[in-house]
């Protein structure tokens, strides 16, 4: 099986970990490199979280590029340690580096990108779960990525669920929604997961108690959920521990498309005012000439939840 090359930008983050563990965990993938960006923390923090994940993975052979602090026209009003907790890792600690060699390469992740991906025509697969800053940054140092990238497949947007930061906004897009419009506007190979999907796809505490039991991965998710999971239950009232899946969701699609289902529409993303950030898909095929993107609207949770949490289960063992 030739293994699909991913490039995968993040903000670690507890679900950002629990994707990248996935990817690692998973023979479907090879893990080709590692950007991050602002979004649950600063980029400081996810920059340190990525570096920290990777070395307690054994992966310190996959490079980390370090990325955008900020929003590209807006100021950085929001980062999410209300969610993530305060080292956006659950609050286990991590307020350092583990080891003192552990450091990004001297690229910013935006030039990263725009080269790994030209070097290999039709073969990388980015997967971007954050703020989508080092994505247009690197479109606009490199138009020619358009037809050069495999895929982008992005957790962020949403079609018809509503918003998760405001009433129509999922966090990623608001976070730089004018970073999301050039992506949207590039005319990209480009799959939306949105909130469609991963607010279907819950974890509780059955597939949290069974990682606690299984290898050093799944003992790891284990450990910086809690926070997270108290996160929901303040926000939204779940029962059980329950949690929504939006990066490892993001994720499982790139291992198993087939698990999935959407609609090809033309999108808008709006910029500014009450809307800000929001995904407008054109479901009526009459409204909108921009580009289309894949937007996935159908899933079969149990299934994704449960991939997650083999997968998990049976890395580091
Ligand atoms: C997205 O926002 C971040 O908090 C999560 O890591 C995820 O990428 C969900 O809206
Ligand atoms: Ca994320």
Same mark, same amino acid.
């Given at each position: 099986?030739?293994?699909?090359?991913?490039?995968?930008?993040?903000?670690?983050?507890?679900?950002?970990?629990?994707?990248? &563990? @996935?990817?690692?965990?998973?023979?479907?993938?090879?893990?080709?490199?590692?950007? #991050?960006?602002?979004?649950?923390?600063?980029?400081?923090? #996810?920059?340190?979280?990525?570096?920290?994940?990777?070395?307690?993975?054994?992966?310190?052979? +996959?490079?980390? %590029?370090?990325?955008?602090?900020?929003?590209?026209?807006?100021? @950085?009003?929001?980062?999410?340690?209300h969610v993530h907790?305060?080292?956006?890792?659950?609050?286990?600690?991590?307020?350092?580096?583990?080891?003192?060699? &552990?450091?990004?390469?001297?690229?910013?992740a935006a030039q =990263?990108?725009?080269?790994?991906?030209?070097?290999?025509?039709?073969?990388?697969?980015?997967?971007?779960?954050?703020?989508?800053?080092?994505?247009?940054?690197? &479109?606009?140092?490199?138009?020619?990525?358009?037809?050069?990238?495999?895929?982008?497949?992005?957790?962020?947007? #949403?079609?018809?669920?509503?918003?998760?930061?405001?009433?129509?906004?999922?966090?990623?897009?608001?976070?730089?929604?004018?970073?999301?419009?050039?992506?949207?506007?590039?005319?990209?190979?480009?799959?939306?997961?949105?909130?469609?999907?991963?607010?279907?796809?819950?974890?509780?505490?059955?597939?949290?108690a069974r990682l !606690?039991?299984?290898? !050093?991965?799944?003992? =790891?998710?284990?450990? +910086?959920?809690?926070?997270?999971?108290? %996160?929901? !239950?303040?926000?939204?009232?779940?029962?059980?521990?329950?949690?929504?899946?939006?990066?490892?969701?993001?994720?499982?699609?790139?291992?198993?498309?087939?698990?999935?289902?959407?609609?090809?529409?033309?999108?808008?993303?709006?910029?500014?005012?009450? *809307?800000?950030?929001?995904? +407008? %898909?054109?479901?009526?095929?009459?409204?909108?000439?921009?580009?289309?993107?894949?937007?996935?609207?159908?899933?079969?949770?149990?299934?994704?939840?449960?991939? +997650?949490?083999?997968?998990?289960?049976?890395?580091? *063992?």
């Open positions: 099986m030739s293994r699909k090359r991913i490039l995968f930008d993040t903000d670690p983050g507890v679900d950002d970990a629990m994707a990248l &563990l @996935l990817a690692l965990a998973s023979p479907e993938l090879e893990v080709v490199g590692v950007t #991050t960006v602002f979004g649950n923390s600063t980029v400081e923090a #996810t920059t340190r979280n990525a570096l920290n994940l990777l070395h307690f993975a054994g992966r310190t052979d +996959i490079p980390v %590029a370090r990325g955008a602090a900020r929003p590209m026209v807006l100021p @950085l009003d929001r980062t999410a340690e907790g305060e080292d956006a890792m659950g609050n286990i600690g991590w307020h350092a580096l583990l080891h003192p060699d &552990l450091k990004p390469i001297d690229r910013p =990263f990108i725009a080269a790994t991906i030209m070097a290999h025509p039709g073969e990388i697969t980015l997967v971007a779960v954050g703020p989508l800053t080092n994505v247009a940054l690197a &479109l606009q140092l490199e138009p020619r990525l358009v037809h050069a990238v495999r895929e982008v497949v992005i957790m962020g947007g #949403t079609v018809s669920t509503p918003g998760n930061v405001s009433p129509v906004a999922e966090a990623n897009l608001y976070a730089d929604p004018h970073a999301a419009a050039v992506v949207f506007n590039a005319g990209l190979p480009l799959t939306m997961v949105g909130l469609d999907v991963t607010m279907q796809v819950k974890m509780d505490d059955s597939h949290f !606690r039991q299984a290898g !050093r991965f799944g003992q =790891f998710v284990a450990q +910086i959920v809690p926070f997270y999971q108290e %996160a929901h !239950r303040r926000r939204y009232g779940y029962p059980n521990g329950q949690i929504d899946t939006h990066d490892p969701s993001a994720m499982a699609y790139a291992i198993a498309p087939s698990l999935f289902a959407g609609e090809r529409w033309s999108m808008t993303v709006v910029t500014d005012g009450p *809307a800000r950030g929001m995904t +407008i %898909a054109d479901r009526r095929r009459r409204f909108l000439n921009t580009p289309a993107a894949y937007c996935l609207m159908h899933v079969d949770a149990p299934r994704v939840a449960q991939l +997650i949490t083999e997968r998990l289960a049976a890395a580091g *063992a």
